[in-house]
């Protein structure tokens, strides 16, 4: 047969690279596929503008890893259709609102498409046996296979030998003698074989790691449903951004905590309510919901405190209203009492 050629769900992180480096070992032509759900906190930093701790700026951990690794790289947007997976996963959540199950599924399944659509033989992962509690089981990775519809066609490099052989191994296109058999969430033995193949600087957590798995952005997702009844793909996005604040009527700011974020906000004003300093020096706010006349002066206080903790003037618009109030610098004390997150010992 002509050469062997494989496409590879690439994260970013150190078991994908190192799923991608194995195979171009044995001389298999790789094609990495990365999918864009909306969710990567990597990717959120960089649309945000933020830097890393040491002033480098975010980059796609992919497009790094991709680049390092000398294989082409095709990204692919499946955020619109995955927001229906987080809203209703057939196979439910993890410990937070990660539907990792429904998630491997689906990106499997995109990756067969290509897949069969480009003349690639099979499809590669860095899953490792049993370092995902939920998704990464002999049965679980069984059941992926199945409702992907890929079974026998997806070779896990990093755990090959401890897993019955797939066709790729039966047909010899594959070496499984050159293979690995790792087991369990210890890294030891990947760090061993990133020195090895000289992988480094490579993403930790892997993939630039999703907000799903978050505490306080489930959190804020199951408070969200719990008091409104709904939520909304708009709430996906917001859910991982800003300060978050419930007001007795109900009512929900969203308070932005540095530029990049005041500018993220501010995309949203043809479709909620907001308020900001006049003059443009401090946050900006989303209102969700309409506020009662009684916290329009609430919501112009805590303006006032997360805008330098100035008295200033607040401009706002609520429904067809626009107006300017006075804001005072609410006491950090009393704003306490509105912010959702995760708290020792509350549970939703």
Not at 161 to 186: A, F, H, M, N, Q
Not at 318 to 342: T, W
Request: hydrophobic share 35%; aromatic share 10%.
């Amino acid at each position: 047969m002509d050469r062997v050629r494989a496409v590879a769900l690439l994260s970013g992180g150190l078991d994908s690279s190192l799923a991608v480096r194995i195979l171009q070992e044995q001389g298999i032509e790789v094609k990495a596929l990365h999918f864009y759900t909306g969710f990567c906190i990597t990717e959120h930093k960089r649309r945000l503008g933020l830097t890393r701790e040491d002033g480098r700026q975010y980059v796609n951990p992919a497009l790094n890893a991709a680049a390092r690794l000398g294989v082409p790289l095709e990204m692919v947007d499946i955020s619109s259709e995955y927001y229906d997976i987080v809203l209703n996963p057939k196979y439910g959540y993890g410990k937070n609102v990660n539907p990792c199950i429904d998630c491997r599924i689906f990106m499997l399944k995109k990756a067969k498409e290509i897949m069969e659509r480009e003349g690639y033989h099979f499809v590669v992962t860095g899953e490792v046996l049993y370092q995902r509690p939920m998704s990464q089981t002999p049965e679980r990775l069984k059941l992926i296979e199945k409702e992907s519809g890929l079974e026998g066609y997806i070779l896990r490099p990093l755990s090959a030998k401890v897993l019955p052989p797939t066709v790729p191994e039966k047909r010899g296109w594959v070496d499984r003698s050159k293979l690995y058999g790792i087991i369990g969430r210890s890294r030891k033995k990947q760090i061993e074989l990133a020195k090895k193949f000289g992988i480094e600087d490579y993403e930790q957590p892997a993939g630039g790691c999703c907000y799903l798995t978050d505490e306080n952005y489930a959190y804020r997702f199951k408070e969200a449903f719990a008091t409104e009844g709904t939520i909304t793909r708009d709430d996906l996005v917001l859910f991982s951004v800003g300060r978050h604040l419930r007001l007795p009527s109900g009512t929900k700011l969203i308070v932005a905590r540095n530029e990049g974020e005041v500018n993220f906000l501010k995309g949203f004003r043809n479709r909620y309510n907001y308020a900001y300093r006049k003059d443009g020096k401090g946050t900006f706010a989303l209102i969700k919901g309409n506020p009662p006349e009684e916290e329009l002066q609430i919501i112009a206080d805590i303006i006032a405190r997360y805008s330098k903790r100035e008295e200033s003037d607040i401009q706002m618009k609520v429904g067809d209203r626009e107006m300017v109030l006075r804001g005072v610098p609410a006491e950090d004390e009393f704003i306490e009492e509105f912010k959702i997150y995760r708290r020792e010992g509350v549970a939703l």
